[in-house]
Structures are given as structure tokens and as C-alpha cells.
């Protein structure tokens, strides 16, 4: 029975955004809110804190790490299957994490299996808009990362409330039924009628007489096609940016695991501290919008670069206030001018990576990036726990340990693009230099070859008007 297809920029494509952007607020918005269970899950397994903090760096890297696995099944099987898909394993591993019983147990059921889930149903959503948007994609882009925000907000004060009432393993009990409403996302998402002509499909190769060396042929071919390594060794813009984000990101997750944790640790009660991550939420509902918003006009196209590296300094610059004082009103302060900057590092990040990579090999240098990013979000958060182990729970340590890393982060990037662009610009004078001297011999041989031919054409005139 053929299937009816949607029309792009029709009724139905408001209906497709309104569920991205659900769904990205139950992905993304989720990691934010697990600093909440940190001292729970610790005195729960009687664990340290490097070692409960493998649970969100688990989490939050395999949400990152499975965009190349995410790319081949949406190819495969279309974007609705891929969210719901996404949807049934992060329920999963919420509910079976409610009944483990050793950390080991929790890192692989809520940390790699809703991780992975949650991965499918995000990046899933974000594909689909492309394929429904075209003239009004940076709107709707937009328009989708406000999910995100109010998943930063609701989320910690679910949370907080589930809690008390429920303990942990009743709360990520509920979060596995809450993380069903990904696949009544997915199910939205109705197959769309587009202009570009479908791939073709070559047949079969022949048999090749030596399998194993078509079987690492076949592997290489997949692995250049998502994860462009070519790139990464040819393309110095590239190279400067996935170094200087993964160091970045060393620093960056930091204040979403251990600022609850650092509030509750200097005596703030802790449903106001809870409530700092969702002023942070909050705060990125109109923040994060403008920023992309802003971003996406033309005359910010060639310094899109350094407007990142801006934002990453002044996060790093903001976590050394907050390490300066515990006090509830300079915590306020602090969530309000981190948004500013947060919301400048999420409406760049991929931005950036468009304007330095070419769009045909997009899809693939975003995989190799995701994939060297979520190794930088693996180890930051079990770093500094195992920094505040040998600190006797120091926490203003970790604020100074990711202003480190935000700093240097913003200082490479910007340092490095600049070379970049001088030594840029000779290039380009000798290219335009050779280009216009190019042009110009071809224009006095394409004059001498005129005069030729007319310096023919007469003499054949005259030829046949003599005899």
C-alpha cells in the first residue's frame, strides 16, 4: 500500500517542530538534572565521588558518541523508526537501572543503554527538520533549541520532587514511562516528500577472490564515509576546532553534575539548590534562540569562529566567580550570566563546524566529531571526582579545574584561527594574483585565435571570389 507523503514548509511541518522540540527537551535537557541523584547513588553504593561520577559522563557521552550508529540507521530505516527505537531503549534503561544493585549495573543500564537511546531519538529529530524546512530551517532550528531549555528547567524540579517522595529507584522507575512520550514523538514524524532524487543502488559486487581483504575494503569505505579522518588530517581549520572543543568540553559539563552538589555541600537548602539549574533553563528558553538566531545572519559568517571562542572564555571566566563564594544570591548571579554564555556555546557549536567544513562532507565530520567530543565528556566528570577525593571535597577545585580548561580552550581556538587567517591571505592574493594573470593569457589567446580564424576565413573568401 503506498504511503502519502507530507509536503515540506506544509501544516504539518509546525506539527514535526513542536515534537523535535519535545523530544530534544527529554534528550538533551536530561543530563542536566542528574547532579540531583550525585549524593543519593554515593551513599546508596557507599561509592567516591570519581567513581559515581562515571554514571553521568556514561549518560552523557554515549548521548554524543552514537551519531555515526544513529546516521546508518536513519539511512536504513527513516527517521520515525530511529526516534522510536530511541525512545523504547532509554525507557528501558531507566527501568531496569531501578532495580540494580551495584554501580557497575547502573553504568551500563541508565548510563550506556538510555545514553544510546536517547542519542537515536535527538539526533533523529534533528535530521527530520531538515528534510521539512528548508526556507525557514535557522527558524526552525531555533525554534526546536528552546526544547532543550525547558528541558534544563523542568527536569531538576521533576526530579527534586520525585525524590522526596519516591527515592531514587522510584523516580528513574517513572522516568522510564517518561521517556515513552519519545516514541509518540517519533510517531509524528510522517515520511516527507522531497525534490532531491532518490540514491541509486548499485548491484552486487562480484565475488571477490580474497574476502578478507573486500571485507576491510567495505569497513574502510564505511568508516570514510562516517568519520572523515581525511579531514582531520587535511583541513587545519577543522583540526584546530575538534582539539580546542574537546579540551573545551574537559571543563564544560562540569557545573551541570557538581553545582547542586557544591550548593548542598556550603549548607543551601536543596530545593533552591535544585532550583539554580533551572534558573539556568529558564534563562536559555529566551537566550538560546536570540543567540541562534543572531548567529545564523550573514554578517557574522566569517566571525562566527571567535564569537565562540568569546563565549568559551567568558564560561570560564564566570566559573571562577562562582568558585569564589557559596552565597544563594552570587550562585543566582552566577546561573544568569553562565546562561548568557551557555547559550552563545550551543548556538555556535555546530554553526562553526558548518562554516569550516564542506556541507557535502557534513554529515561525516560531524560524526568523527561527536565521537572525539563524547571521550572528553567521559573522562571530565570522573576526573574531578576523583580531584575532589584527593581534596577532601573541595568543590571550588572543580569550578577552578573547568575555568582552567574553558580558558585555554578559548585562548588556542582564537590564537589558532587568527594564524589561520594570515596565513590565509597570502594564499588567496597569489591564487586571485594567478587567476587574474590565467585569465588574461586566455583572453590574448582566445584574440589571437580570433584573428586567426577571421585571417582564414578571409583568405577562403578571397579564394573563391578569385576563381
Known sequence: MPRVLERAEGCWAWVVLLASLVTQGL??????????????????????????????????????????????LVGRFGCRVTVMLGGALASLGMVTSSFCRTLSQLYLTAGFITGLGMCFSFQS?????????????????ALASVGVSLGITL?????????????????????????????????????VAT???????????PP??????????????????HLAFDILRHNA???????????????????????????????????????????????????????????????????????FSLAALLNGLTNLVCAASADFRV??????VYSVSMSGIGALLFQVLMDIVPMDRFSSALGLF??????????SPPLAGLLLDTTDNNFSYVFYMSSFFLISAALFMGGSFCALQKKERPDKQAKAEGAITEAASEQGLMAEDSCDSKKQLYTEVMYVTSV
Open 27 to 72: 534528550t538533551l535537557g536530561f543530563p542536566t538534572c542528574t547532579g540531583i541523584f550525585f549524593t543519593e547513588l554515593q551513599h546508596e553504593f557507599q561509592a567516591s565521588n570519581s567513581e559515581t561520577s562515571w554514571f553521568p559522563s556514561i549518560l552523557t557521552a554515549m548521548l554524543h558518541a552514537g551519531g555515526p550508529l544513529c546516521s546508518i
Open 208 to 225: 571477490s577472490k580474497t574476502p578478507a581483504t573486500g571485507c576491510l575494503a567495505a569497513c574502510g569505505r564505511a568508516i570514510q564515509r
Open 155 to 191: 527536569w531538576p524540579l521533576l526530579s527534586r520532587y520525585l525524590l522526596e517522595d519516591l527515592g531514587w529507584r522510584g523516580t528513574f522507575l517513572v522516568f522510564g514511562g517518561v521517556f515513552l512520550h519519545c516514541c509518540v514523538c517519533g510517531a509524528v514524524l510522517r515520511p
Open 125 to 141: 529529530s534533528i535530521t527530520v527538520l531538515g528534510f521539512y524546512f528548508s526556507r525557514h530551517r535557522a527558524l526552525a532550528n
Open 237 to 307: 581549520g577543522y583540526r584546530v576546532y575538534t582539539l580546542g572543543v574537546m579540551w573545551m568540553i574537559l571543563g564544560f559539563p562540569l557545573p551541570h553534575v557538581f553545582l547542586v552538589p557544591y550548593a548542598m555541600w556550603h549548607g543551601v537548602d536543596e530545593h533552591r539548590a535544585a532550583l539554580l539549574i533551572s534558573i539556568i533553563g529558564f534563562s536559555n528558553i529566551f537566550l538560546r534562540p536570540m543567540a541562534g538566531l543572531v548567529a545564523g545572519r550573514r554578517d557574522f559568517a566569517g566571525h562566527r569562529k571567535y564569537l
Open 370 to 379: 561527536t565521537v572525539l567530543e563524547s571521550i572528553s565528556i567521559l573522562i
Open 195 to 205: 525534490s532531491t532524487a532518490p540514491e541509486t543502488t548499485e548491484g552486487p559486487p
Open 331 to 336: 550562585l543566582v548571579g552566577y546561573c544568569l
